[in-house]
């Protein structure tokens, strides 16, 4: 089966930019998360969406980061303005449900100059 | 609050040896412990979960609830395990379950 898509793959911006990452699930899966990777260290969840519906976004600083998931099925997560400590990696993950195995993306590393 | 702690940012060992990989835990309930591994350029997959009681390319992992640890081992280490390896925790009930909580991760080496 087709993995999970993201786009794009690299993104370099200067700061207070704004910037949109895409992700296009598993065909199937209902669960889909957003999570962020600072160099160094393992990913930290920023929002996890069951369908349409955000049902984790504790962790998303929301004075700048938006997610929408239309339809239950692509994602975007949206940062605005970006902001130096943005530059990281983010990494959709989906699965067939909350209980089941999370399949990662390739991720988008984002510079924020 | 849920908190993964893997000591060992980086581990080396000569192949055929054996390897472990140490995670440590807290969590209040009774949590689901995970091996994430990431291959050089491919993606985050997952090795093993501990209710699957599983050994996967030679790897096992027991959950010692008396000292919150979920250590990866492998008897005999080969060069194709060299990758980066990251210990996550869920929890379980309402919204905390498929909320991974991950530890820094181990880079493991095996050298020829």
């Not at chain 1, 998931?69 to 990494?91: F, N």
């Not at chain 2, 192949?15 to 050089?40: D, H, I, R, T």
């Not at chain 2, 027991?62 to 080969?78: C, I, M, R, V």
Request: glycine share 8%; hydrophobic share 30%; with cysteine.
């Amino acid at each position: 089966e087709a993995g999970v898509v993201q786009s794009p793959r690299y993104k370099i911006i200067e700061k207070k930019q704004p910037v949109a990452f895409w992700c296009n699930p598993i065909s199937g899966h209902n669960t889909l998360y957003w999570y962020r990777q600072n160099l160094g260290q393992g990913p930290e969840l920023l929002i996890r969406y069951e369908n349409e519906e955000a049902v984790d976004d504790s962790q998303l600083p929301k004075d700048r980061f938006s997610a929408e998931r239309l339809k239950g099925v692509d994602s975007t997560l949206k940062i605005q303005p970006a902001e130096l400590g943005d530059s990281a990696v983010y990494l959709c993950a989906t699965g067939r449900s909350s209980y089941n195995e999370q399949f990662f993306g390739p991720g988008t590393r984002l510079t924020v100059l | 609050a849920q908190r993964v702690t893997q000591p060992e940012k980086l581990l080396s060992v000569f192949k055929g040896a054996p390897v472990e990989l140490k995670c440590n835990y807290s969590y209040s309930g009774s949590p689901e412990l995970f091996w994430y591994v990431q291959y050089s350029r491919q993606r985050l997959q997952l090795l093993l979960r501990h209710i699957s009681r599983e050994s996967i390319k030679g790897f096992t992992a027991d959950l010692n609830k008396g000292e919150t640890s979920f250590h990866l081992k492998k008897p005999f280490a080969q060069e194709e395990d060299s990758a980066m390896y990251y210990c996550a925790l869920s929890g379980h009930g309402g919204t905390s379950y498929g909320k991974l909580t991950f530890g820094q991760g181990t880079i493991l080496t095996v050298h020829p």
